[in-house]
């Protein structure tokens, strides 16, 4: 069985002030790790992935394998990012694989 | 404008009634699939289509029954709906199973 534990369900940080969404996961197999975006009222978007090691919008996020966490760190918060923020694991070795999602973190950034 | 989209955009029923929801990709992806998402934001798989191939359908009541006509479209339709269908449905896409999906907008569904 595939599991995302997102601990935090409120994040309230100063414009300014680094942020980290913490991410841990459950998986016997190879996860691929996603991290999605959903500003107000919009639909879910891609943040960024483990496997592209991007970052995006000043996010980062890597995979730790001993810890089973991908958190999503930024040093520098700023208004805009504001919005729900959604870990997903996705099982390579299923068939139909599908993208189990964590509770989700809504993050707020307070001017 | 490549997307995927969903109509209606908000839906408001009676309870018991009847509804669909219609989902479009022209993306070419191969894989498509129904999330609900409800009041507290969780949001959890219902339907998964690989090539108009129902290949994941979790623990959903059997009133929900998806159809897909072809792999650029999957549909969802909801048989004498309850007050706990509210709820928000997204419809998403991927190249193929496991890939990064694109989420369409959402369709705000409302039991009375």
């Known amino acids: 069985a595939q599991r995302v534990t997102q601990p935090e369900k409120l994040l309230s940080v100063f414009k300014g002030a680094p942020v980290e969404l913490k991410c841990n996961y459950s998986y016997s197999g190879s996860p691929e790790l996603f991290w999605y975006v959903q500003y107000s009222r919009q639909r879910l978007q891609l943040l960024l992935r483990h496997i592209s090691r991007e970052s995006i919008k000043g996010f980062t996020a890597d995979l730790n394998k001993g810890e089973t966490s991908f958190h999503l760190k930024k040093p520098f918060a700023q208004e805009e990012d504001s919005a729900m923020y959604y870990c997903?694991?996705?099982?390579?070795?299923?068939?139909?694989?599908?993208?189990?999602f964590g509770g989700g973190t809504r993050v707020l950034v307070k001017p | 404008d490549t997307a995927v989209s969903q109509t209606p955009k908000y839906l408001v029923t009676q309870m018991g009634n009847d509804k669909s929801i219609k989902c479009e990709q022209n993306?070419?992806?191969?894989?498509m699939y129904w999330y609900k998402q409800d009041s507290k934001k969780f949001l959890k798989i219902m339907f998964s289509?690989?090539?108009?191939?129902?290949?994941i359908n979790e623990t959903v009541p059997n009133r929900f029954s998806p159809k897909s006509p072809d792999k650029a479209h999957l549909n969802l339709h909801i048989n004498s709906l309850e007050l706990g269908d509210s709820a928000v449905y997204f419809c998403?896409?991927?190249?193929?199973?496991?890939?990064?999906?694109?989420f369409g907008p959402g369709t705000r569904l409302l039991v009375l």
């Open positions: 998403a896409s991927s190249p193929y199973s496991g890939e990064t999906q694109y």
């Open positions: 997903a694991l996705s099982g390579r070795k299923a068939a139909g694989n599908k993208l189990t």
């Open positions: 993306l070419g992806h191969d894989t």
């Open positions: 289509y690989n090539n108009k191939e129902l290949i």
